[in-house]
């Protein structure tokens, strides 16, 4: 465990031996930065807790805002942090509630389900400590990792799923309005945390190589250990390639537009 994690965890511990308030812990941070295996320290640290997964709140495809907003289904305004703030500090004054249940895969709204307060609540998200959440509680924990992290691990996390044949939708997603909303609201939740860490950079490990003869790699953007990103040509399209231990395992087409994004990228940016 992580010994900055530990230590705030003890001085949670401490804190409820102190007096028997119900506890909210606060989660944030960016796509694919690690949030789930911090969370599961806590979930081995406590016995009376619960996790609320602040996805629950997205409005998904009845987003109104969905095709004019520069972050897409990222924005802050999909999340209605209001009605989550009501919900949660409801819970916190020990009463019983009732929260949306949010199909990922759908994108909408399926039911909702009652929630009873536990004697250590975790809220969880990107906007997990985005006012007015933030007020809610003293615990708040933010996670970070570098660009290049979490590019390759979402990218991995969706190759890897088999969930779609068209490869250049996580990269839409990366380059379209993730990193935008990161870059203008969710690193904003470091400054009124009450703990930052880092997770270990442990890269994706990527299942299947792929195979594309005709692809000349001309630029390596960045470079890992085992694992590269780079830039390449097919006659005249344009490539993006990840290698690992020598073997391709991404390859989509890309626009000037994209090759131009990742050629600016700071990819050791928090």
């Excluded at 389900?113 to 959440?133: M, T």
């Excluded at 992290?149 to 969706?158: K, Q, V």
Aim: hydrophobic share 40%; with cysteine; aromatic share 10%.
């Amino acid at each position: 465990m992580n010994s900055e994690v530990f230590a705030f965890i003890e001085q949670i511990k401490k804190d409820i031996a102190i007096n028997s308030n119900i506890v909210l812990i606060e989660v944030s941070g960016g796509s694919c930065v690690g949030k789930s295996t911090i969370i599961e320290e806590f979930v081995n640290n406590f016995d009376d807790i619960q996790i609320i997964s602040q996805d629950s709140y997205q409005v998904g495809k009845n987003f109104k805002n969905k095709k004019t907003s520069k972050y897409k289904f990222d924005d802050p305004e999909n999340f209605q942090l209001d009605k989550a703030y009501q919900d949660i500090f409801q819970l916190l004054n020990n009463n019983e509630i009732t929260i949306p249940i949010f199909d990922l895969k759908e994108n909408t709204t399926v039911g909702d389900q009652k929630i009873k307060p536990r004697k250590v609540n975790i809220l969880e998200g990107i906007y997990a400590s985005l006012p007015p959440l933030n007020e809610l509680s003293k615990y708040r924990l933010y996670i970070e990792a570098p660009y290049y992290l979490r590019f390759l691990r979402r990218i991995a996390r969706f190759v890897n799923s088999s969930q779609n044949s068209d490869l250049t939708i996580p990269l839409k997603h990366i380059t379209a309005s993730v990193f935008k909303a990161h870059k203008d609201f969710v690193v904003k939740q470091k400054d009124t945390a009450t703990l930052v860490i880092q997770v270990e950079n442990i890269l994706p490990k990527f299942v299947n190589p792929i195979f594309n003869e005709e692809l000349i790699i001309e630029e390596t953007l960045f470079e890992i250990l085992d694992t590269k990103i780079c830039l390449g040509k097919v006659k005249l399209e344009q490539h993006l390639t990840i290698i690992q231990n020598k073997e391709m395992v991404y390859d989509v087409i890309i626009d000037n537009e994209t090759k131009e994004f990742l050629k600016d990228v700071n990819w050791l940016e928090q």
